[in-house]
């Protein structure tokens, strides 16, 4: 289905979940949510509720919704939840039930976001059966493409999303038919026996039989190919699902969501954002302050990672809170402003936040409270029973706001690229899982983060990068590089060759193909890039906040690990505070590297202290970029949009909870507001000056700029 068979800007929520709301309500919901200016509503297409029997489908309450959408002139997304598994099929498939790494099988319980039977905790695949077993494989399908068939070209439909927040668990799957499937990828890989007792150092195997799927998280090639195979055979699993749907239905909406997890997830939990976004035409986000903080950098964090991913198709956010989150683990002990109680004012904050970061559409992930289950009377912006609430009032203003007919062109602008790139490295991520998941498993996270959030603090704006996405940019920031593959660090290398400037933090390489140290480091040519050998390391995260060095006339905390260097062609510029070299700067062809012996994101991350705050300001002004948007003061945060015409907008968000006044360049001039698409500007002194509202934002374009 063309993209351009969205709505203007898609606004809505997650609606209908079997057992809530009450079917009484649904004829009035739909009338108050049209009138309210929604336009989408996703459910939940669950199996277990709908093949009561084998081969024997109860499809009138989803009937219901289909039709009452094109009554109402909105559209459904319908979400096929074939991974809540029937009990008639957990019977009689008893013999493919997921199998955790202990040997325990998965259970068929009750889904915590739905108060339905048939969900698996800690699954994957088709939930707590295996989709390895064909038989559960021919089941599902049967089940999709009769779901396909039914609502093909009905007025009422979108599209489909083929995965709800995209991940699995580390724990799954070690049952027979995932075992085979896994020998089969083997030799698929290896060839022969031999080639993979070389490769996973065993050499005792007499046949592809006596091969297991390694149950404990270690650090060996085999654990490295057993994380590969569960990739490849979960989204295998995702592209079976879409080109299932696809042989009955040409012209749908295919889309899917994660959680913004790929850091840290990506590796351990399947949260491949990226590859996710790759396979569905519209890929979104679930991300719930309410969970995971309500800090800025935290709102900016899951649409920035989604929005990298999507590399340059249209995605929204997909789940966002619009009401409460009660008695759940993630809040106990926060304050009450902190995402638990979502006020009008957090929902403007929290649904702008999103548009700025290039989100085309919102979703709630209630329209109204569920009434029983665990997350009962969560993120629903109507009230218990339906009504219209002053959070109501607040997401209907926005929405009827950003379909106007005059906000076409404010939607056609796109975020700018950002003013520097953090690396993601996949098998960095992956190799420090299964290295340190039992003795510093926060490491890559607090590197990562600390870094999104050390540029972020400043009002750069970094952009998340894959590793085979670095063409795009000509400045990259590297926090956790630990492990990389010789092709990788080949691809660095001319990268940097060809004039890109990289700055990285300790241990670049250190472990190279199949996990392996190098002997040289930094490894696989590597030495040359940064122009500096390793003099010394120390590996000790658990004491790695010990670590100073300086760099531009101020002190910066370490974190991590500690690599200590002898200039080659390389010069030094800051050292530890033993005196050893922290820091070597190099030119290497056309491009220009920077080596820091440690990890200075862990360090702001764990400390927020000054000296690594104007640590990343430093690293940005050393590779000589300037910051095209810049404020008077980082508690706003600003991004810049463009069009294809060159049209700039900005939007600027407050989300403190007090009026501040801000001075803005935009590519080193004066912003001046131009066309006002949201907000107020008003003198607030001298300087051009201009005053933002508490937990509000303006949006206008760049006048004569």
Not at 47 to 66: F, L, N, T, V
Request: glycine share 10%.
């Amino acid at each position: 289905m063309p993209l351009d068979k969205l709505p203007q800007t898609p606004f809505g929520a997650v609606y209908f979940r079997k057992s809530n709301p009450p079917r009484e309500d649904w004829d009035r919901d739909y009338g108050v949510a049209s009138e309210d200016g929604l336009n989408v509503f996703r459910h939940w297409f669950m199996w277990s509720a709908i093949e009561r029997k084998p081969g024997q489908y109860d499809w009138e309450d989803y009937d219901r919704q289909m039709d009452l959408a094109a009554k109402s002139g909105m559209k459904t997304i319908i979400a096929e939840l074939t991974h809540t598994v029937p009990d008639w099929a957990y019977r009689k498939f008893a013999h493919a039930r997921q199998i955790r790494s202990d040997g325990r099988p998965l259970e068929a319980s009750m889904g915590v976001s739905a108060a339905v039977g048939g969900f698996a905790h800690n699954g994957g695949g088709a939930g707590s059966l295996t989709m390895n077993c064909p038989e559960v494989k021919e089941a599902a399908g049967a089940f999709l493409t009769a779901l396909a068939t039914r609502y093909k070209g009905h007025p009422g439909l979108l599209g489909y999303d083929v995965w709800n927040e995209v991940n699995y668990s580390a724990d799954v799957d070690f049952s027979d038919y995932m075992q085979a499937d896994f020998r089969l990828w083997l030799k698929e890989k290896y060839g022969d026996l031999e080639s993979l007792a070389e490769a996973w150092y065993r050499y005792s195997y007499a046949d592809w039989d006596d091969i297991e799927a390694p149950r404990e998280v270690a650090a060996y090639p085999q654990n490295l190919d057993w994380l590969e195979f569960k990739r490849d055979n979960y989204y295998g699993q995702m592209q079976w699902r879409i080109d299932t749907i696809r042989s009955v239905d040409q012209d749908c909406l295919i889309a899917a969501h994660g959680v913004g997890g790929a850091i840290p997830n990506m590796a351990s939990n399947g949260a491949d954002d990226w590859l996710a976004a790759s396979k569905v035409e519209l890929y979104g986000l679930t991300w719930v302050p309410g969970r995971r903080g309500f800090k800025p950098w935290q709102n900016f964090f899951g649409p920035d990672l989604t929005r990298a991913a999507a590399r340059g198709k249209k995605w929204w956010h997909a789940e966002r809170p619009g009401g409460p989150l009660w008695m759940q683990p993630q809040v106990l002990g926060r304050d009450k402003d902190d995402a638990r109680v979502m006020e009008p004012e957090d929902i403007r904050l929290l649904t702008m936040t999103s548009f700025a970061a290039g989100a085309t559409g919102v979703l709630n992930l209630r329209y109204r409270p569920l009434l029983d289950g665990p997350l009962f009377g969560a993120f629903g912006s109507y009230g218990m029973d339906g009504s219209r609430t002053k959070r109501s009032d607040m997401a209907s203003t926005i929405a009827k706001w950003s379909n106007a007919p005059e906000q076409q062109d404010l939607f056609s602008a796109r975020p700018v690229k950002g003013d520097i790139g953090i690396l993601v490295i996949p098998e960095a991520q992956a190799w420090d899982y299964l290295l340190n998941h039992k003795h510093c498993p926060e490491t890559y996270r607090q590197a990562m983060w600390g870094a999104y959030r050390g540029f972020f603090d400043n009002g750069v704006q970094a952009d998340w990068v894959h590793v085979d996405d670095i063409a795009d940019y000509d400045v990259l920031y590297a926090p956790y590089p630990i492990s990389m593959t010789s092709q990788t660090a080949k691809a660095l290398a001319d990268w940097v060759a060809a004039g890109g400037t990289l700055i990285s933090e300790a241990t670049p390489g250190y472990f190279g193909d199949r996990g392996k140290v190098g002997t040289v480091q930094p490894n696989n040519g590597l030495d040359a890039v940064f122009g500096a050998r390793e003099a010394e390391v120390e590996f000790m995260p658990d004491i790695g906040d010990r670590i100073t060095f300086s760099f531009a006339g101020v002190t910066v905390r370490g974190g991590g690990f500690l690599q200590s260097y002898v200039p080659t062609s390389g010069r030094v510029l800051g050292n530890f505070s033993d005196g050893r070299a922290a820091i070597v700067e190099n030119s290497f062809g056309s491009g220009r590297s920077l080596l820091v012996g440690t990890h200075p994101g862990v360090g702001y991350f764990t400390k927020s202290e000054a000296g690594n705050l104007s640590y990343f300001a430093e690293v940005l002004g050393w590779a000589g970029r300037a910051q095209r948007v810049k404020l008077s003061d980082n508690r706003l945060q600003a991004r810049l949009h463009q069009d294809e015409n060159g049209r700039k907008v900005l939007w600027l968000l407050n989300p403190t909870r007090q009026a501040l006044p801000v001075s803005v360049l935009v590519d080193g001039r004066q912003f001046s507001p131009g066309r006002i698409y949201w907000g107020q500007p008003s003198e607030a002194g001298l300087g051009g000056q201009i005053s933002l509202p508490p937990r509000d934002c303006i949006i206008a374009s760049c006048s004569q700029m």
